[in-house]
């Protein structure tokens, strides 16, 4: 008995996600809701999958994921470069405090159409829109963290008689790894939101491409089918990259 | 008579407050001498810049008036290499294994001989053979004190501050850590400058009581502690002199105590 609840404790929540695509489907098939707008999961999967059998999807994908690439390892970098900065010169932290506070508040995917106008409808201008997104939550965390630094490890480390390299190498890049890690796992998805948006508005090929184009062409399954690869792709790398590296981090993070 | 090791003349500390212009005073014209081997207990209500004093003296924090001498040398705002700090909170780094974390005072300092070695004597000279690999997260918070203690004793050091180290344990752990304490001073004897706001642990462990008054903290009062070595802390609090003692420096405490509370209450 316990077991059998145990098991459908696990089940569940992808027993609510049948249920929710039999619904899609049923409302489809019996006129309550009208496929042409709305399609429907069979259609949406054998879109899938002919785009998979022919490899038609291949090269969308590619592009998506190179902008991302790009973008998000440029940004991480450029934000962790930032937030060192910013934390051994607390001066010029000070001075551009201002700066950080609009650049983590306003919506960024307002600057799609800049991108847009100054790098082209290439690669270019999704990879600085990703990287832009990226290094300002790399930036917030890490800063944040770095700042939180427990303030008696500091002060033990130092009558141990740790000097600044040593505080650097002992105290504040570990304890800046576990937030680089955090940040990494944070921005992986507003990276995809950024490179798709930028797509959506301009862009010849990628997955946000083929969600416009669908949109265009009023081809529902088009948008969901591209929808399904997005969200595919970031929970990949989120399984199987970020999630092990957060937890092989975290088995000391218990304060 | 040999001069004292650690001089404290007339010193005062204050910080700038953050809101309005008004300086927080945390202490005030502190005159107070430690001599070498000697074990001194600061006792003093909840504010009354206790903490402020061994930063002091450590070197992490500079007086604003005053001086400080170790030895007849004067402490700037350099950290001191002679002193070692326990300070209240976990201060081991969580992502070292125990055995690295002893060994870290060593590397720090570039002390010569074999770190590992050292530090593994240490650890088993506390009870903690067996636990090297752990995180301090696997450990209890006893285990971690006595983590601290082998990284302390470890390098050697001259001067033994402690800021309330067991104040965070259990009633019984923290026995036990006193008793060890004391075991460990015995076999070493550093000089040592033990701040608490319990009495109770001040008399039993101390050769000498320094009583502090709240907000401003100042020198009020200081009493001999005439108790025979070794100690047993569980066993002394029953003793009559032991009484006799508590009874005649609560009488100096009780005053700042309620003062510091109707301060307290003022403010919250």
Partial sequence: MARLRQVLGAASPWLILIMLLLAWQGATDFGLADPRYLSRPTTVAALIWDWIRTGFILRHVEVTVIEVVVGYTAGTLAGMAVAFGFFFFPRVAELCDPMVVVLNAAPRAILAPFAVLLFGIGLLSKMMLVLLAVFAITLLNLYTGLKEVDRTIVDNARVMGANQRDLARHVYIPAALVWIVSAMRNSIGHAFTAAIVCELLGATEGLGWIVAAGQSAVKPDWIMAGLFFAAAIVVIVDFLVLAPLERRGSHWRVF | ?268
Avoid at chain 2, 230 to 258: C, D, G, Q, Y
Wanted: hydrophobic letters at 40%; charged letters at 25%.
């Fill in chain 2, 1 to 268: 008579m040999t001069d004292p090791l650690i001089v404290l003349d007339h010193i005062a500390r204050r910080f700038p407050s953050q809101s309005g212009r008004a300086e927080f005073t945390a202490v005030q014209d502190i005159d107070l001498t430690v001599n070498e081997g000697e074990f001194v207990a600061v006792v003093g209500p909840s504010g009354c810049g206790k903490s402020t004093l061994l930063n002091l003296i450590s070197g992490l924090d500079t007086p604003t008036e005053g001086l400080i001498s170790i030895d007849g040398e004067r402490v700037r705002n350099t950290v001191r290499q002679d002193v070692g700090y326990l300070f209240q909170k976990d201060a081991l780094l969580p992502w070292k294994t125990v055995q690295a974390n002893v060994e870290l005072p060593l590397v720090f300092r570039r002390l010569p001989g074999d770190h590992a070695a050292l530090a593994r004597d240490w650890l088993s000279r506390v009870g903690l053979s067996g636990f090297e690999r752990n995180f301090p997260h696997q450990l209890s918070g006893g285990m971690r004190k006595r983590v601290a203690l082998a990284a302390t004793f470890v390098y050697g050091p001259r001067i033994l501050l402690m800021d309330e180290p067991f104040s965070a344990l259990d009633v019984q752990t923290r026995n036990l850590m006193e008793n060890e304490l004391l075991e460990l001073w015995r076999q070493n004897r550093k000089t040592v400058l033990f701040v608490t706001h319990d009495l109770e642990e001040a008399i039993a462990l101390a050769d000498r009581v320094v009583v502090l008054t709240s907000n401003p903290g100042r020198v009020k009062k200081e009493f001999q502690i005439d108790l025979g070595r070794p100690r047993n802390v569980n066993e002394i609090r029953f003793e009559e002199r032991f009484r006799a003692l508590h009874e005649e420096i609560w009488e100096a405490l009780r005053e700042e105590v309620a003062r510091s509370y109707a301060a307290q209450r003022a403010h919250g």
